[in-house]
């Protein structure tokens, strides 16, 4: 029964509180930048109105542009139940993956999005997805060779049990190799929100990578889309908070305890982001593979120096 709660409660977390971090990313920011800003709660209110008007369906757009949608929002809710993003304990469906089928299941999920906005036959949409696709190479082979390298540093490729390594040897966090993974999968996750140099949505040039993917998309469609892009952001970044950054502090039994610890983290690394995302210039699209070819570097020196400890 404790297993069964700590699932519900860790799944429940995951889907309704994602988007709120989403509202107070951008309430601080804009008023940061003078402005007042949207509520925190505006996420909410998005999605509560577009629920609740009608999915138009483009010409063209068959069952996979109205599928997609569901497909990639249920792969999402999957991964929230297979790595440690609230409670340090393995709950239910952790053993139906590792490190390795997390990182094939986000890239599946973005691929699953992308093609299904492409059945749309729109030309914004297509341009915008043929930009995903070329960046995706490099950020895909990034999260896969971090959480691979993650496995060789820690002995195993249970998300769970790397949690509680990295808690019991606190030492390895100040390592060379850790410290390699560190810098590469948040260069990636900074990327995967596009809260760095790598996207504005205040210019149009640059806003087609993401926004490409929900423009043909309305009413619940949209919605869904817009709802399991909250749930990635928050489960990257909670990968990068429970194993990379802050594995400590999580309890073993007090699922409440927990919420609050995961809330006071992202906290912490929404601070970080407004930082980023404030004082450093945008970059110029063609940019963004030598952005992500660093990340991809890091990854790579974190595996052969964790191949060369192990």
């Known amino acids: ?16 509180v994602s988007p709120l971090f989403k509202g107070i990313y951008d309430n601080l920011k ?19 109105k577009l629920f609740r008007k009608e999915s138009l369906v483009p010409h063209g757009g068959g069952l996979l542009f109205r599928l997609s949608p569901y497909a ?34 986000f890239s599946s999920a973005a691929f699953i999005k992308a093609i299904g906005a492409s059945s749309s036959g729109s030309n914004y949409v297509a341009l915008g997805v043929s930009r995903i696709f070329s960046f995706a190479f490099m950020s895909e082979a990034t999260l896969i060779t971090v959480f691979f390298s993650v496995s060789l540093l820690t002995g195993t490729n249970n998300p769970y049990v790397t949690n509680a390594f990295l808690v019991n040897n ?15 999968f948040a260069m990636l996750f900074l990327y995967e929100a596009g809260k760095l140099p790598a996207e504005s949505h205040g210019r149009g040039e640059l806003s087609m990578i993401e926004s490409s993917v929900n423009y043909e998309y309305s009413g619940r ?15 990257l970044g909670s990968v990068l908070l429970n194993v990379f950054l ?9 699922l409440f305890f927990d919420m609050a610890i995961m809330f006071a983290k992202w906290m912490l690394l929404i601070l970080v982001m ?37």
């Open 72 to 105: 990639a929002m249920a792969i999402y809710t999957l991964i929230a139940l297979i790595i440690p993003v609230v409670v340090p304990v393995p709950i239910y469906f952790t053993a139906s993956g590792d490190f390795l089928a997390g990182a094939i299941l």
């Open 170 to 184: 606190p030492g390895s966090i100040l390592t060379l190799p850790h410290i390699f993974g560190t810098v590469s």
């Open 1 to 16: 029964m404790e297993t069964l709660e700590l699932t519900i409660g860790q799944l429940l977390f995951v889907v309704l």
């Open 221 to 235: 469609l949209l919605a869904i889309n817009k709802w399991s892009s909250y749930i990635k952001q928050y489960l």
């Open 274 to 310: 407004l930082i980023i995302d404030t004082s450093l210039s945008k970059l110029r699209l063609f940019k963004i593979v030598d952005y992500l070819g660093t990340a991809f570097t890091f990854s790579v020196l974190f595996l052969i120096y964790s191949e060369v400890i192990v």
């Open 30 to 48: 804009a008023k940061i930048e003078g402005r007042i800003g949207p509520p925190v709660l505006q996420p909410y209110y998005e999605l509560f």
């Open 246 to 254: 802050f594995p400590w502090f999580l309890s073993h039994s007090n």
